[in-house]
């Protein structure tokens, strides 16, 4: 099958992933906190946007972390069966660039984990101009 446009990639995506639910663990709580939360000098009262939040393992890890204003963006509608129901609804499902024109709000902190294969760098740099509408400096 030859993808034209993301939304076909995401047609036959499920049949080569395996989804996994998002339990936190020791390993992950510091992997993000040496990939995060340390050198973006996060904290609890920021407000977190995560762009391709998959089945929302770093989401889940905001959670642990006390963080309580945080958002999601996913373009793989599958992944919400297996989120918690309290982090399923901060996401939303749908294309990344147009999420980032509906966001009438900014966020302190945006974070983006995925992967080179499912979020090509091409696309990305698509996006960077649109980031700096939803973004909001701070260093407390």
């Not at 936190?24 to 939360?37: A, G, I, P, S």
């Not at 499912?118 to 696309?123: A, E, G, K, L, V």
């Amino acid at each position: 099958m030859d993808f034209l446009k993301l939304e076909d990639f995401y047609q036959v995506y499920d049949r080569h992933r395996t989804y996994i639910r998002a339990e936190v663990r020791r390993k992950h709580l510091r992997n993000y906190d040496e990939q995060f939360w340390r050198p973006a000098r996060a904290s609890a009262g920021h407000s977190v946007l995560e762009l391709g939040s998959g089945t929302g393992l770093f989401l889940a890890y905001l959670v642990c972390k006390g963080v309580t204003d945080f958002t999601g963006v996913e373009q793989d509608e599958k992944v919400i069966d297996y989120m918690p129901d309290d982090i399923a609804r901060r996401v939303t499902i749908g294309d990344l660039w147009e999420s980032l024109d509906g966001f009438e709000r900014k966020f302190n902190r945006i974070v983006s984990s995925t992967s080179s294969n499912t979020f090509p760098i091409s696309r990305a740099a698509g996006c960077w101009p649109g980031l700096g509408t939803c973004w909001t400096p701070t260093t407390a």
